[in-house]
């Protein structure tokens, strides 16, 4: 899974480099965001920019980070979601269930 990291605001960003987080993928993401709630990044946010196409095991690995997160009083942040997988969002109702931003300069100044 091609996943670019940085930190921001204290919140480390990862900027997902795939078209898709589906089946093939998914389990490293979530391993990877597993992985870093353990070296003690609670607050993370996950760009979605380039992502065109997200399946039901790609929302399993979101959620999953969100609950980690959660379960260590951080914070799970969504962002830059293009129209078509914000759809898959709307359709499951999870655009209820996360904290979804336009872009990162709402995302920070929604912490201020």
Known sequence: MNV??????????L????????AHNSAD???LMLQ??????????VQLQSVRFIDSSGLGA???????????????TL???????????ELT???RVFEIYPNLQDVFASDQ
């Open 4 to 13: 670019k990291r940085e930190k921001v605001n204290g919140s480390m960003v």
């Open 15 to 22: 900027f997902v480099q795939e078209e898709r987080i589906d």
């Open 36 to 45: 870093l709630l353990e070296q003690g990044e609670t607050d993370l946010v």
């Open 29 to 31: 993401f979530k391993e």
């Open 62 to 76: 979101l959620l999953a980070g969100l609950k980690n997160a959660t379960a260590k009083s951080g914070k799970f």
């Open 79 to 89: 962002t830059n979601i293009q129209p078509q997988v914000l759809s898959m969002f």
């Open 93 to 95: 109702r999870l655009n």
